[in-house]
């Protein structure tokens, strides 16, 4: 059975990488870009850092930050009006996932118009939009090497995923610098959100052997080294692991897809705003733990590639140090559960059928080794005030 892979058109990986931005630019043919980012990525200096590596080959370019954390139909709406009232002829988007999700978003509703519902989830996009550069600052989301994108919509409060290649960006810049002044809390969340990818992935119904052979490759880098960084933020070596990690866990499950622990954690993130790699990693040892039964030697397999087993550990021995593992991360991290973070419990009875309902709308249940029904998602949710 063959597989189609779908890859960046350039890949820049290492130290000072985002010096490549303007030749790639120039191989594009473009010399208009928009940098799309957040009001940090400002602050912390590397827009303007970007502009004066642009502006030595004679490019200038202006930057639209008013991206939000988990965007929004509104919130791209105002990027789309933006762009079209300038007509660049590109986008340079740099920050977390979020700002790379929106100027996916940007970039083909800048072009062929229309609201961002009218693009989700089972219409493949395959249409070519403004041209992206992804030049991600965090390690985690895998979004610059991804042909899909999450947008809220306002009215309905549904998390949307976008799928198609035309939302896959043409270069990512992977320059784990930009990673070096990350806050402990998004490393953490950003690294676990990596790791769940490389474990879907791995395990997905739909995993084949090239997304085997980035997942296990992504656990491999990611799980010495994400406490590494945690603990010391300055540790270069375990800082471009974790970002080359987050990369290939990204090139895995593009194509090989996520399962339950993205399915469930959407609605988390649409109903209690909790950011993406939290909700995962609030889910992942439990939902791990659910799903082994299924596929007991490829989650052994994780255990080991992860440095959680070692080779010669048996399939049973090797799961319990799995789940033994992931809950140790989460403490080391200090992941809450959702009554830590703050959620209501009477607001989470009345929407738990809902988030269940949208948890299995959203496809990615059904990639899972463990096909959970409806009750069964219910029942996975309220273990998460434990």
Not at 104 to 131: H, M, S, T
Not at 241 to 247: F, N, R, W
Not at 356 to 377: C, D, F, Y
């Amino acid at each position: 059975m063959s597989h189609t892979i779908l890859l960046p058109r350039f890949l820049e990986v290492g130290k000072n990488a985002r010096q490549k931005i303007p030749h790639i630019l120039k191989s594009l043919g473009c010399n208009k870009p928009l940098i799309i980012t957040d009001q940090m990525m400002v602050k912390l200096g590397y827009i303007a850092d970007i502009q004066k590596i642009l502006k030595h080959e004679n490019i200038e370019a202006d930057f639209f930050d008013q991206t939000i954390p988990e965007p929004t139909s509104s919130s791209i709406e105002a990027g789309v009006q933006f762009i079209q009232a300038h007509q660049y002829d590109s986008i340079i988007a740099v920050g977390g996932g979020s700002p790379i999700d929106s100027a996916k978003a940007i970039g083909i509703l800048g072009r062929y118009g229309g609201k961002i519902r009218d693009y989700k989830f089972p219409r493949q996009v395959n249409e070519q939009g403004l041209p992206i550069i992804a030049v991600p600052t965090t390690a985690g989301t895998g979004s610059e090497a991804t042909k899909f994108t999450i947008i809220t919509d306002d009215e309905s409060n549904e998390k949307m995923l976008c799928v198609g290649a035309g939302f896959m960006p043409i270069a990512a810049i992977v320059d784990y610098e930009l990673t070096l002044s990350l806050p402990a809390r998004t490393t953490a969340d950003t690294g676990i959100d990596a790791l769940t990818h490389a474990i879907e992935a791995y395990t997905s119904k739909k995993a084949n052997l090239y997304s085997d052979t980035q997942a296990l490759e992504a656990m491999r880098l990611i799980g010495p080294n994400l406490k590494k960084v945690y603990f010391d933020p300055n540790d270069e070596a375990a800082r471009e692991a974790l970002m080359l990690g987050a990369t290939l866990a990204g090139v895995a499950f593009n194509n090989a897809s996520v399962a339950l622990v993205h399915g469930m954690s959407r609605p988390i993130g649409a109903f209690f705003h909790v950011p993406h790699g939290l909700s995962n990693a609030m889910l992942l040892p439990m939902i791990i733990e659910y799903s082994i039964p299924a596929e007991p030697e490829k989650y052994a397999n994780c255990a080991k590639a992860m440095g959680a087993a070692q080779q010669n550990d048996s399939i049973e021995s090797a799961n319990a140090k799995l789940i033994e593992a992931l809950k140790d991360i989460n403490t080391s991290l200090q992941v809450p559960t959702l009554e830590a973070f703050g959620a209501d419990k009477q607001y989470f009875d009345e929407v738990v059928n809902t988030m269940a309902e949208q948890a299995l709308a959203s496809g990615s249940p059904s990639n899972n080794p463990r096909l959970p029904t409806k009750e069964e998602i219910v029942k996975l949710y309220q273990q998460l005030w434990s």
